[in-house]
Nanobody
Framework: QVQFVESGGGLVQPGGSLRLSCKPS????????MGWYRQAPGKERGMVAQ???????KYIESVKGRFTISRDVANKTIDLQMNSLQPEDTAIYYC??????????WGQGTQVTVSS
């Protein structure tokens, strides 16, 4: 069964913005802290931003001040606002729970390509 549906990726020029959205299964949204991850070609998947169950946030250094993770309670989504995008942000972006002990099968992700 699909636990996560990611959307919002696309092709954007350097300096541009995108907003990604993750729709977890309802029981996941209500129970777990969440994270956005990315995997660039030839690299391992790693966490980019996380949001705890009490809405504390944490980001990797390279996206601080540019990316914002948030919870949309009405739509039950976990969103990632990405500003000032750079070519090194190019990757497939995934969402999942924010801790290895609660990790669920990965969704298909959404491709983000930053290129002029």
């Amino acid at each position: 069964q699909v636990q996560f549906v990611e959307s919002g990726g696309g092709l954007v020029q350097p300096g541009g913005s995108l907003r990604l959205s993750c729709k977890p299964s309802p029981w996941v949204f209500e129970r777990y802290g969440m994270g956005w991850y990315r995997q660039a070609p030839g690299k391992e998947r790693g966490m980019v931003a996380q949001l705890t169950t009490v809405d504390n946030t944490k980001y990797i250094e390279s996206v601080k001040g540019r990316f914002t993770i948030s919870r949309d309670v009405a739509n039950k989504t976990i969103d990632l606002q990405m500003n000032s995008l750079q070519p090194e942000d190019t990757a497939i972006y995934y969402c999942n729970t924010n801790h290895p002990s609660t990790r669920l099968p990965w969704g298909q992700g959404t491709q983000v390509t930053v290129s002029s």
